[in-house]
């Protein structure tokens, strides 16, 4: 089974950043999903295994998808953080078909005002 593990929510005031990592066992797509507290699970970010990104309109300019490729590791910057990003953040792996269908425990990350 493919393990993902998430590491480097924290809290940060507004306007400063935070770096998560996802550690997998494999070269994969992988994304980025966060669920604020009484809100559905929102996609945030994907990186394909060829390099590919997308983000959703909220984060574009604000934060980065990278990999690295030779550690099976996605890293999510996330800079200029606003209170409304505030959420647990879910990193998702593309693994047995073209959906995201290997999920993370989930990192918290609370930014205040």
């Known amino acids: 089974q493919v393990q993902l593990v998430e590491s480097g929510g924290g809290l940060v005031q507004a306007g400063g950043s935070l770096r998560l990592s996802c550690a997998a066992s494999?070269?994969?797509?992988m994304g980025w999903f966060r669920q604020a507290p009484g809100k559905e699970r929102e996609f945030v970010s994907a990186?394909?295994?060829?390099?590919?990104?997308t983000y959703t309109d909220s984060v574009k300019g604000r934060f980065t998808i990278s990999r690295d490729s030779a550690k099976n590791t996605v890293y999510l910057q996330m800079n200029s953080l606003k209170p409304e990003d505030t959420a647990v953040y879910y990193c998702?792996?593309?693994?047995?078909?073209?959906?995201?269908?290997?999920w993370g425990q989930g990192t918290q990350v609370t930014v205040s005002s």
């Open positions: 990186i394909s295994w060829s390099g590919g990104k």
């Open positions: 494999g070269l994969y797509d």
């Open positions: 998702a792996a593309k693994i047995r078909s073209n959906e995201f269908d290997s």
